[in-house]
């Protein structure tokens, strides 16, 4: 065994994550890729408490749509190593707030890969309908 | 040898590229520091602008190519007048320019609109330069916020209740904190502008400011849009980051002569000038060795 | 003429050229990559054009010739006030079964009859005790680690993987369409003067050099090193030992106690250049008390018994009298471990070379080539 490093870990996690999407319908393939692309601009934008707050509204009920938002909470959760993530990013003081959001979207790099060779989505536009 | 201070500050968003793809969530991020991951702009952007392509052709003999040669350097050869042979007429510049460090970065603040970061770390390297140089060092002391403290100066305009609120992060103000320190940067940098820096000022912690430098980038999304569905190509969306507008930036110049070239009002730095990117205004020159 | 030791900090990142050819032109290799650390030719070369700066007697052949006298010693890597040392190559550090480094130490063996290997002239191979993968990023050590290797005990290193690199893409810009011009890019890995990933790890580092410095004169303060004239500023140090990596007193006791048959140790904190490669020409002459050896070595006679060499580096350079390339040469890499055994001679007058040059020509010596470090196995 050797050491390994953080990035590694995270890797290894987001293939896993991702991965565990294959056996879903294409559109919750196709939405999940979409929120990989586009969940950390809305961290970087908005912050990550909004980032999440919006997912978990997207994430009440059924349907395909809510299906992928579900997704993308588990993914965040695990990266944090908690349960619920909105429950634990709501509860952190700055401190843990700002750790939150780097571990994140530096694990978030991964996710965005594995959606566009995994899942096969490229982009988070709403252009993939017309791929030839 | 002489070498002189100078401050920058963005007027637009300014993106001094990586031109390749990084590890960032972002499609094109911002040059960083590999030490501190601070966004920079490189010295080679600066000098390549302030050249501005004077003296490039080989062939060009004026007194301007002969002065920018002089200044910025020349590498390369050209045929004599009177024979086939090749003469070199490399030279070295007599001019070098230091990579332009962010020195305070504003970020967006529930009170006073933004505020004016900066941190330890950032200061001390300064400090340092400056002893290294022979230039006047800052007198007043740095001190050390606490991980989740502003230290502000006695004027501050960016509390509320008893916190600074940036953004999504809530610090506690420690007003008249930094009060020393706020008013000799503010004179130094700004000048008679110096209020308006003053009661925006903030000193937090580098773990705080570090935060901002990665978070607090503008993000501007582009589009590629067909030109006959007006719909977006495929592949034609992409996310850029940019180092935000008030951003103000110090760097040095070290030579010789040449220092004429670096007065100017303002210089446009990296891509995207069409759409208005990467202007930056020159603070003012300060102190010689 | 009095010692010093001088600072070098870094303005912007530099750029420690490899040697290997680069341009922005299309079909050619378009990456500048940088060394670890400035060659000691380079750092001597910058050193000494601050001191015939200070003394502002132009650059004349005669000047220029006094000048190419200097000895500088180093460049030795400073992180904060720690002299970091390249990392001893009979050390290798690997992932222990629980993950946490371990570290195999590297010594001579002699193989049991019947059984040998093709080293030249009776050299012994240096034992692997374990089968492992070395981790990397181990690439420089604290000076109090080095003293503890030297010392024989067993030393688990911090990982220092040594100056950062800040790889930054150029663009040839067309004036007049105010775009990039077509095959004008390329890359260039920068070292940034400063250590750590983020401002929690941050360190500024430096480089330090010692020399005699005439009529006790101080340098020009500001100067370019290394590729693309990048600005340093140099400082003259107050004191010597606390700047350098003087030899520690327990290196010093346990060689007093050394004699005939004793078992030692060099390690190479710079590049070394040698007559035959990798191997010091002085070993044959020393302890014949033969002029112009590497200071101790003409009073005490050594066997090599073993060696831990990195592979070949090359070293080259511009020749500003001659306006021409210097022919390439192939440098002992820095790190690397010779070891002896004294046949004759006070093994404590070996220390006389401590963090000296120890290359075979004079000139290289003067240069920076080689400095030694001395421990015992």
Same mark, same amino acid.
């Given at each position: 065994? &050797?050491?390994?490093?953080?990035?590694?870990?995270?890797?290894?996690?987001?293939?896993?994550?991702?991965?565990?999407?294959?056996?879903?319908?294409?559109?919750?393939?196709?939405?999940?890729?979409?929120?990989?692309?586009?969940?950390?601009?809305?961290?970087?934008?908005?912050?990550?408490?909004?980032?999440?707050?919006? &997912?978990?509204?997207?994430?009440?009920?059924?349907?395909?749509?809510?299906?992928?938002?579900?997704?993308?909470?588990?993914?965040?959760?695990?990266?944090?190593?908690?349960?619920?993530?909105?429950?634990?990013?709501?509860?952190?003081?700055?401190?843990?707030?700002?750790?939150?959001?780097?571990?994140?979207? &530096?694990?978030?790099?991964?996710?965005?890969?594995?959606?566009? &060779?995994?899942?096969?989505?490229?982009?988070?536009?709403?252009?993939?309908?017309?791929?030839? | 040898?002489?070498?002189?201070?100078?401050?920058?500050?963005?007027?637009?968003?300014?993106?001094?590229?990586?031109?390749?793809?990084?590890?960032?969530? %972002?499609?094109?991020?911002?040059?960083? +520091?590999?030490?501190?991951?601070?966004?920079?702009?490189?010295?080679?952007?600066?000098?390549?602008?302030?050249?501005?392509?004077?003296?490039?052709?080989?062939?060009?003999?004026?007194?301007?190519?002969? *002065?920018?040669?002089?200044?910025?350097? $020349?590498?390369?050869?050209?045929?004599?007048?009177?024979?086939?042979?090749?003469?070199? *007429?490399?030279?070295?510049?007599?001019?070098?320019?230091?990579?332009?460090?962010?020195?305070?970065?504003?970020?967006?603040?529930?009170?006073?609109?933004?505020?004016?970061?900066?941190?330890?770390?950032? =200061?001390?390297?300064?400090?340092?330069?400056?002893?290294?140089?022979?230039?006047? +060092?800052?007198?007043?002391?740095?001190?050390?916020?606490?991980?989740?403290?502003?230290?502000?100066?006695?004027?501050?305009?960016?509390?509320?209740?008893?916190?600074?609120?940036? +953004?999504?992060?809530?610090?506690?103000?420690?007003?008249?904190?930094?009060?020393? @320190?706020?008013?000799? =940067?503010?004179?130094?940098?700004?000048?008679?502008?110096?209020? $308006?820096?003053?009661?925006?000022?903030? @000193?937090?912690?580098?773990?705080?400011?570090? $935060?901002?430098?990665?978070?607090?980038?503008?993000?501007?999304?582009?589009?590629? @849009?067909?030109?006959?569905?007006?719909?977006?190509?495929?592949?034609?969306?992409?996310?850029?980051?940019? %180092?935000?507008?008030?951003?103000?930036?110090?760097?040095?110049?070290?030579?010789?002569?040449?220092?004429?070239? *670096?007065?100017?009002? $303002? *210089?446009?730095?990296?891509?995207?000038?069409?759409?208005?990117?990467?202007?930056?205004?020159?603070?003012?020159?300060?102190?010689?060795? | 003429?009095?010692?010093?030791?001088?600072?070098?900090?870094?303005?912007?990142?530099?750029?420690?050229?490899?040697?290997?050819?680069?341009?922005?032109?299309?079909?050619?290799?378009?990456?500048?990559? !940088?060394?670890?650390?400035?060659?000691?030719?380079?750092?001597?070369?910058?050193?000494?054009?601050?001191?015939?700066?200070?003394?502002?007697?132009?650059?004349?052949?005669?000047?220029?010739?006094?000048?190419?006298?200097?000895?500088?010693?180093?460049?030795?890597?400073?992180?904060?006030?720690?002299?970091?040392?390249?990392?001893?190559?009979?050390?290798?550090?690997?992932?222990?079964?629980?993950?946490?480094?371990?570290?195999?130490?590297?010594?001579?063996?002699?193989?049991?009859? /019947?059984?040998?290997?093709?080293?030249?002239?009776?050299?012994?191979?240096?034992?692997?005790?374990?089968?492992?993968?070395?981790? !990397?990023?181990?690439?420089?050590?604290?000076?109090?680690?080095?003293?503890?290797?030297?010392?024989?005990?067993?030393?688990?290193?911090?990982?220092?993987?040594?100056?950062?690199?800040?790889?930054?893409?150029?663009?040839?810009?067309?004036?007049?369409?105010?775009?990039?011009?077509?095959?004008?890019?390329?890359?260039?890995?920068?070292?940034?003067?400063?250590?750590?990933?983020?401002?929690?790890?941050?360190?500024?580092?430096?480089?330090?050099?010692?020399?005699?410095?005439?009529?006790?004169?101080?340098?020009?303060?500001?100067?370019?090193?290394?590729?693309?004239?990048?600005?340093?500023?140099?400082?003259?140090?107050?004191?010597? !030992?606390?700047?350098?990596?003087?030899?520690?007193?327990?290196?010093?006791?346990?060689?007093?106690?050394?004699?005939?048959?004793?078992?030692?140790?060099?390690?190479?904190?710079?590049?070394?250049?040698?007559?035959?490669?990798?191997?010091? /020409?002085?070993?044959?002459?020393?302890?014949?008390?033969?002029?112009?050896?590497?200071? /101790?070595?003409?009073?005490?006679?050594?066997?090599?018994?073993?060696?831990?060499?990195?592979?070949?580096?090359?070293?080259? /350079?511009?020749?500003?009298?001659?306006?021409?390339?210097?022919?390439?040469?192939?440098?002992?890499?820095?790190? !690397?471990?010779?070891?002896?055994?004294?046949?004759?001679?006070?093994?404590?007058?070996?220390?006389?070379?401590?963090?000296?040059?120890?290359?075979?020509?004079?000139?290289?010596?003067?240069?920076?080539?080689?400095?030694?470090?001395?421990?015992?196995?």
């Amino acid at each position: 065994m &050797s050491l390994k490093t953080r990035a590694q870990e995270d890797m290894k996690k987001a293939l896993n994550l991702v991965s565990s999407l294959e056996g879903e319908n294409e559109e919750v393939k196709n939405i999940y890729g979409g929120l990989c692309h586009n969940f950390p601009i809305l961290v970087r934008q908005s912050g990550l408490c909004q980032a999440l707050a919006f &997912s978990a509204d997207k994430a009440t009920g059924d349907g395909n749509r809510a299906r992928a938002h579900q997704k993308l909470l588990e993914h965040v959760a695990a990266i944090l190593g908690q349960n619920d993530a909105l429950g634990a990013v709501q509860g952190a003081d700055a401190i843990g707030y700002m750790h939150y959001t780097r571990r994140v979207l &530096s694990a978030w790099v991964y996710f965005k890969r594995f959606a566009a &060779s995994v899942l096969g989505v490229h982009t988070g536009g709403h252009d993939e309908s017309q791929q030839t | 040898m002489q070498a002189k201070m100078i401050f920058w500050q963005a007027l637009t968003p300014v993106h001094p590229g990586t031109g390749q793809d990084s590890s960032s969530v %972002i499609d094109l991020p911002v040059a960083r +520091e590999a030490a501190t991951g601070f966004p920079v702009i490189p010295a080679s952007s600066l000098k390549g602008v302030l050249r501005d392509g004077r003296g490039l052709e080989k062939n060009d003999e004026s007194e301007e190519a002969a *002065i920018a040669r002089r200044v910025f350097g $020349y590498a390369g050869k050209k045929k004599k007048s009177d024979s086939e042979e090749e003469e070199d *007429i490399s030279q070295a510049a007599e001019l070098t320019l230091t990579d332009a460090r962010v020195l305070f970065l504003p970020v967006r603040s529930y009170a006073g609109t933004f505020a004016f970061l900066t941190c330890p770390l950032v =200061l001390e390297r300064l400090k340092r330069d400056q002893k290294a140089l022979g230039l006047p +060092e800052l007198k007043a002391s740095i001190p050390n916020p606490g991980q989740t403290d502003a230290l502000l100066a006695q004027n501050t305009q960016i509390v509320h209740g008893d916190k600074v609120i940036l +953004e999504d992060i809530d610090l506690s103000a420690k007003v008249g904190g930094a009060d020393a @320190l706020a008013q000799e =940067l503010g004179k130094l940098v700004f000048g008679e502008e110096a209020g $308006y820096f003053v009661e925006r000022f903030a @000193l937090v912690s580098n773990d705080v400011f570090a $935060y901002f430098c990665e978070m607090g980038m503008e993000i501007i999304a582009r589009v590629r @849009l067909k030109s006959d569905t007006k719909t977006v190509e495929r592949g034609g969306l992409w996310y850029e980051e940019a %180092i935000p507008a008030e951003t103000v930036f110090s760097s040095f110049a070290i030579g010789k002569s040449g220092f004429d070239e *670096i007065n100017r009002p $303002y *210089i446009q730095i990296g891509g995207q000038a069409s759409v208005g990117r990467g202007l930056l205004r020159r603070l003012g020159v300060k102190y010689e060795s | 003429m009095p010692e010093r030791v001088l600072e070098i900090h870094a303005l912007s990142p530099l750029l420690f050229r490899d040697g290997r050819p680069f341009s922005a032109a299309d079909g050619t290799e378009t990456a500048a990559r !940088s060394l670890n650390l400035p060659l000691p030719s380079t750092v001597a070369g910058f050193v000494r054009t601050q001191v015939g700066l200070a003394e502002g007697k132009g650059f004349s052949q005669e000047q220029l010739q006094n000048l190419h006298g200097l000895q500088v010693c180093g460049p030795l890597l400073a992180r904060g006030d720690e002299v970091l040392l390249p990392a001893p190559r009979d050390a290798v550090v690997y992932g222990g079964a629980d993950g946490s480094p371990q570290v195999m130490k590297l010594t001579p063996f002699s193989p049991p009859d /019947g059984a040998g290997c093709d080293l030249p002239d009776g050299l012994l191979p240096l034992q692997v005790t374990q089968d492992v993968k070395p981790e !990397s990023g181990y690439n420089f050590w604290p000076a109090h680690e080095m003293e503890r290797w030297l010392l024989g005990e067993t030393v688990i290193p911090q990982k220092i993987s040594g100056l950062p690199t800040e790889t930054r893409v150029h663009v040839g810009m067309d004036h007049e369409k105010g775009k990039a011009q077509e095959g004008q890019l390329f890359s260039v890995a920068y070292r940034p003067l400063e250590m750590g990933k983020n401002p929690q790890t941050y360190q500024p580092a430096s480089l330090r050099v010692r020399l005699s410095l005439p009529n006790g004169q101080t340098p020009a303060p500001i100067g370019h090193l290394g590729g693309e004239r990048r600005p340093v500023a140099v400082e003259v140090k107050p004191s010597l !030992s606390d700047y350098w990596f003087d030899c520690p007193e327990a290196i010093k006791k346990r060689f007093a106690e050394l004699g005939k048959g004793a078992r030692v140790r060099l390690v190479l904190a710079t590049p070394a250049l040698f007559e035959q490669g990798w191997k010091p /020409g002085w070993v044959e002459k020393s302890g014949t008390g033969e002029l112009h050896l590497p200071r /101790g070595l003409a009073r005490v006679r050594l066997r090599l018994v073993s060696a831990a060499v990195g592979r070949r580096e090359p070293v080259s /350079g511009w020749n500003l009298r001659q306006n021409q390339p210097k022919r390439v040469r192939w440098m002992a890499p820095a790190g !690397s471990v010779y070891f002896f055994e004294v046949e004759d001679g006070n093994p404590a007058d070996l220390l006389e070379s401590w963090l000296r040059p120890v290359s075979d020509s004079e000139q290289d010596r003067k240069d920076g080539f080689g400095l030694a470090l001395w421990g015992v196995w």
